[in-house]
């Protein structure tokens, strides 16, 4: 099998990939994110648990603007996400500057968002054809070398309605990575998969750690959590409670709600 | 011998097919009676009435009927083309987070919307009054010169259905999920791209369908454009009616005509419909020539044994 590695564009420096300052997170009255600070290094895969409403799927979709946060900073890969700093002023970025972060970060939905006009070959060659220009040609090989890394090479003439669960959201990873992303993000990308479709998606995963890409993974599998996780963070109500090594945190937590969260879902 | 169980698959007997009586439908035996009765007594009725139907036939073909269903024709193709791409724009102006666009396509579909199709064509045909003469800088000329019948005609419906067609459109895109939306930026699309690549065919489903509806009624409503002197096929109609004396035949021969335009494209719309189907359903159902090839071949396959022997 061919690895992924060359379809990965290595970070710029050690410096964080991310790396989120007391960001906060209002919609309307109701306050989601209650100010977090974390950092991802490059090639890390960084897990992020905790119950539903917690807020980790909204800071996950601050990551590359998809929702604008309200206080705090928000750097990917050493760049101010959304804005541009000129002394102490913010500017917003223009949509095609927003448009231009967004190229190198790769995002995986858990409701796969796939297009389904397209073919499985289409909707992964879109992207770098619209938005890198790139010749028909070279986006259609690349696209057909992700789709066999994801074992869907068989499946490219298919439309989205065609292939299961599971096949869909592998089509949707090879999607994000036609883009040559520096950083991927996952937003529970197996929670509404059938639970014999899960490992497929989890398997492709994996490998992807393995060839080196920087990783956040919002899921609930406490499993795939464990084995290719670096880091691990359990967020509740806004805040991040609890941070550490997934062996360390899932096996030994220290706080009484992440002992309780785990309780239930281990 | 302890394992007991009889490992010998079951004889494959078919198993007795059922063979119930069908429930007896009286209620659709009597309806079909009364429906055939009304349609017999209706065609009697028209029989005998005081219409002289030799003449169809006559002017069915007649060289203006012709050539004012032509017009019919191409204006309210072109009123629909011109209606159709300005409601993409109001549509797309009417969703903008830019509130003077959205305002400005409020206040168009609301008036062009609130008021007659009729009342609109008389204003472009009478718009000399406001504008006398028209002066585009490189083109000046009156403005009486310059409105045709055609171009009277063409302006008035073709604004009036860019008001329905930016609702219509304005559904469409609403109709597609916003994941779909997040996926393409989450790309690096702009908003752009991702109207044009992603949301408008997706949303061609739903707008296609209503599409049809009002290109069917534009054939129909394009006969007030002979109030502004359009010689489309009502104009042409009254014409001869009013030499031939012959007017309520007249009118039957514009119907004949209008039918058959509206069911062409009734056809037209129903292959236009697959084309934007594709990727939503795992498989089509055949078109009705596909049916008719397969059904021919059916029968050409049980006729050939026979023919053998």
Known sequence: MSSLAKDITPPSSGAPMVKAEGVHKSFGLSHILKGIDLEVLPREVFCLIGPSGSGKSTFLRCINHLEKISAGRLYVDGHLVGYRQHGDKLYELKEKEVAAQ??????????????????????????????????????????????DRVGLGDRAGHY?????GGQQQRVAIARALAMQPKLMLFDEPTSAL??????????VMR????????MIVVTHEMGFAREVGDSLVFMDDGVVVESGHPRDVLTNPQHDRTKSFLSKVL | MTDTVDKTPAPSVPPEQIKAIPVRHYGRWVSGVVVVALVVLIGIAFSNAKIN?????????????????WTTLYISVLAMV????????LAVMRLSSNPVTSTVSWFYIWFFRGTPVLVQLLLWYNIALVFP????????????????????????LGLNEAAYMSEIVRAGIQSVDEGQTEASHALGMTQGQTLRRVILPQAMRVIIPPTGNEFINMLKTSSLAYAVQLPELIKKATDISSTS????????????????????????????????????????PPTPLQRLRKNLARWGSFRRPEVAR
């Open chain 2, 245 to 284: 004396l012959a007017v309520v035949e007249m009118y039957f021969v514009a119907c004949i005509w209008y039918l058959f335009l509206t069911t062409i494209f009734s056809i037209v719309q129903y292959y236009i419909e697959r084309r934007y189907a594709r990727g939503s359903s795992r498989n089509l």
């Open chain 2, 53 to 69: 139907y030799s003449v169809i036939p006559d002017y069915l073909f007649d060289q203006g009927i012709v050539a004012g269903a």
């Open chain 2, 133 to 156: 003469i028209l002066n585009l800088g490189f083109y000046k000329d009156e403005m009486n010169q310059v409105m045709t019948p055609v171009l009277t005609a063409l302006l008035g």
């Open chain 1, 160 to 164: 989205p309605s065609q292939l299961s």
């Open chain 2, 82 to 89: 011109l209606g159709v791409v300005l409601g993409v724009i």
């Open chain 1, 194 to 203: 059938d639970p014999e479709l899960v490992g497929e998606v989890l398997d």
């Open chain 1, 102 to 147: 967004r190229r190198d970060i790769g995002m995986v939905f858990q409701r796969f968002n796939l297009f389904p006009h397209m073919t499985a070959l289409e909707n992964v060659m879109e992207a770098p054809i619209q938005v890198k220009r790139e010749s028909r040609a070279t986006a259609r090989e690349r696209a057909q070398r992700l789709l």
């Open chain 1, 207 to 214: 490998d992807l750690a393995e060839d080196g890409m920087t």
